[in-house]
């Protein structure tokens, strides 16, 4: 008995401070929250960019009919955005907006939004975090394009007591640590009232790509649909500059995978649905479906 009560006071005690950290994070970091754009349908697929992307568009595209299409960070650079044409884009990466990050992700910023801005000829709803709000390098490409809309969104993480969260979770307050833009993203869907939500390409499969080369750095070869087979091992970095340490990718990664949780917690209070139809997919919170 003495002992249930000690692990019924420590749960109480990290709920609490969860909960009072997140408050002060709302108050600090949370801007007024947007309405989120209403669904024009019952069912979306996210289109993550995992290596397996392009082989489940190829071999069953026809699913793909009758479903709003949810596309993230550098999609638009591929020929899957103009063939597909998704409604929405959606990302949560600082060094798309930052100005204070290393060349090579520069570049990548630079030619995601050049894209973006060229290729869209139908009308596109582009979810992007309130912080890039304030940095106008990237708006530049944009304000050319009056096909893009954009809705900023709120990436305060909220921890704490279920019943807190979940009222945070439903005012668009904040979420789960959105530490990989798939949680962004499924919240978002969940918040504008999808029913069902299927991922694509949700393979999270970098833990078999992390090394350590002789020098000590940390390094992980993230694959995407798009550089298979070109890409190479780097650091990870923090927000566009440095270099993560083993242990802090780790957590990273830790971070996301227990998001993933929170949110299907969050989702079957909503009666929604999250499907993971991705084979292979390293993701154990949701339901599966090949």
């Known amino acids: 008995m003495m002992l249930d009560f000690l692990l019924w006071v420590q749960r109480f005690a990290q709920n609490l401070s969860k909960s009072l950290s997140s408050v002060v994070k709302i108050l600090v970091l949370s801007k007024k929250p947007k309405t989120m754009v209403k669904r024009s349908n019952d069912e979306a697929v996210i289109l993550a960019n995992g290596p397996s992307l392009d082989t489940m568009i190829e071999e069953s595209i026809d699913f793909l009919n009758d479903k709003d299409l949810v596309c993230v960070n550098h999609f638009p650079s591929t020929e899957y955005f103009e063939r597909l044409k998704p409604r929405y884009l959606i990302s949560s990466a600082p060094d798309l907006w930052r100005d204070d990050i290393e060349p090579f992700y520069m570049r990548q910023s630079d030619n ?60 668009n ?71 993560r340490k083993l242990h802090e990718i780790l957590y990273k990664f830790m971070t996301a995978f227990a998001s993933y949780f929170v949110i299907d917690e969050y989702a079957k209070s909503r009666n929604v649905r999250i499907i993971n139809k991705t084979k292979g997919s390293f993701i154990d919170a949701f339901e599966r479906e090949n």
């Open 112 to 171: 995601l939004f050049e894209t973006l801005s060229r290729k869209t000829t139908w009308d596109l709803i582009f979810y992007f975090p309130f912080e890039a709000r304030k940095y106008k390098r990237w708006q530049s490409f944009l304000e050319k394009n009056s096909l893009i809309k954009i809705v900023y969104y709120n990436t305060t993480p909220i921890e704490g007591w279920k019943p807190f969260r979940h009222w945070c979770f439903r005012h």
């Open 173 to 243: 307050l904040g979420m789960p640590r959105p530490h990989n833009v798939l949680i962004p993203s499924i919240f978002l869907l969940i918040n504008s009232g999808y029913r069902k939500i299927y991922l694509w390409g949700a393979d999270h499969s970098w833990l078999k790509d992390i090394s350590v080369d002789e020098q000590n750095n940390a390094l992980i070869n993230q694959k995407h649909f798009y550089d298979e087979h070109t890409s190479v091992a780097r650091p990870l970095d923090w927000k566009g500059v440095g270099a």
